[in-house]
């Protein structure tokens, strides 16, 4: 399986090494390298990082979008080769990043195979975005915005209700509400960074059953039958706007020999060739996750069990 690689965007001063300090130090079993760009010759954020993890690496000098992306590529390789490999890369950018092209780097197929990039995460400062309002119309921090799967929110306990409120507003105009999530004190969700894990294919009985939780529903699906894709994505699209995300196995019908892991993140969807080894157990299993309260369960189901390639109707 391909080492998940979460993107942390935001603008100077936002919160980002909070953020991943707290993925760090509370990284709940999972093996993380940390890699942190500081834009300047003094390695500011690594240092900040250094006392909760020995896997922190520095790229400082440059801009990681651009002259130093090279230099990152060469970094995910050095990582790749370690034995063990981590379980996870958390890539930090500078404040002055336009994170677009990292991003088109890392979806690059050749890379995918082995570092595929999982989700990336836009740290939003509500206190300066309340100071300064006009920061919201600056090129680079909509370019930020625009590459995200998911906004993270920070010191919104430094604004009143009604400021909170209006940049909520402003950021809904560029993000879907379901796709912004508050972060108090560095923390997020977990569901939002790293997918459930799909390393072995569970059985029907292993499938976590429908539950909730203070912030997300969770549903499971799975099918003995291939699907058909076109319904398949059709359905996606149906539900797509209220998915904080969902990934699994799944085989289609014009190609039931040869099984495929897709994977929505915000409102990026991928399908690729599962990898190499994964055991496939039944021809479909999926998870699905989206806030508390927004997701039709009987909805998804049902139009999940019209994609199955015997559906009659």
Known sequence: MPTPI???TGYLG????????RLLSESRGRKLAAVVN???????????LSNVSDEVINLKNGCVCCSLLGDLLQTLSAILRRDPRPDGIVIETSGLSNPAEIVRTLLDPVIWKEAALETVICVADARTLADEPTLADETLWQSQLAAADFVALSKTDLVSEAECNRIRATIRGRK?????????????????LFAADVKRSPTAAEMPPISASHFFDTVSWTSEVPLVMTKFQAAIGQHAGVLVRAKGF???????????LFQLVGRRATIARAPAGAT??????????????????????????????????
Do not use: W, Y
């Open 250 to 260: 799944v085989t289609f019908a014009a190609r039931h020999d040869e099984p495929m």
């Open 280 to 313: 496939i157990g039944q021809a479909a299993q999926l998870v699905f996750i989206a806030k508390s309260g927004t997701l039709s369960e009987a909805g998804l189901i049902a139009s999940l069990d019209r994609c199955r390639a015997d559906h009659v109707g």
């Open 38 to 48: 500081d834009f300047g010759a003094i390695n500011i954020d690594a240092a900040l």
């Open 14 to 21: 936002a919160g980002k090494t909070t953020l991943i300090n």
């Open 176 to 192: 879907a509400d379901h796709l912004v999530h508050d972060m108090i004190d560095g923390r997020l969700p977990s569901e939002l």
């Open 6 to 8: 979460v993107l942390i």
